[in-house]
């Protein structure tokens, strides 16, 4: 971390704002379109998403994907309320939808 921050832990806003910049909800739609790349992996890190559990993680966003942007005007809102539902779903990722 820089500027004091610690990097032995999860962020505590659980992604949004990592997705809310116009940007980078771009770049994260078409990661999980795809099923990786930079901000999708940023996301899962940012989620606190064990290394083990990121392949997983991308994948059921990706088989997700037309729930998560079911429309090229969709909300960040909606990308994240429908993402932490999804995870929510797999046993695994649940672990991961649940606030410290």
């Known amino acids: 971390g820089t500027n004091g921050c610690s990097t032995s832990g999860a962020l505590s806003y659980g992604g949004k704002e990592m997705i809310d910049v116009s940007l980078i909800m771009d770049e994260f739609s078409e990661d999980v379109a795809r099923g990786d790349g930079e901000a999708i992996t940023a996301v899962a890190v940012s ?7 990121r ?3 991308k994948r059921t966003l990706h088989t997700n994907f037309d729930k998560i942007f079911p429309s090229a005007d969709v909300t960040t809102e909606h990308v994240v309320s429908t993402m932490f539902n ?3 779903e797999d046993e695994q990722l649940a672990k991961y939808t649940v606030a410290d």
């Open 47 to 53: 989620m606190g998403v064990e290394e083990q559990d």
């Open 55 to 57: 392949a997983n993680f």
């Open 86 to 88: 999804v995870l929510e």
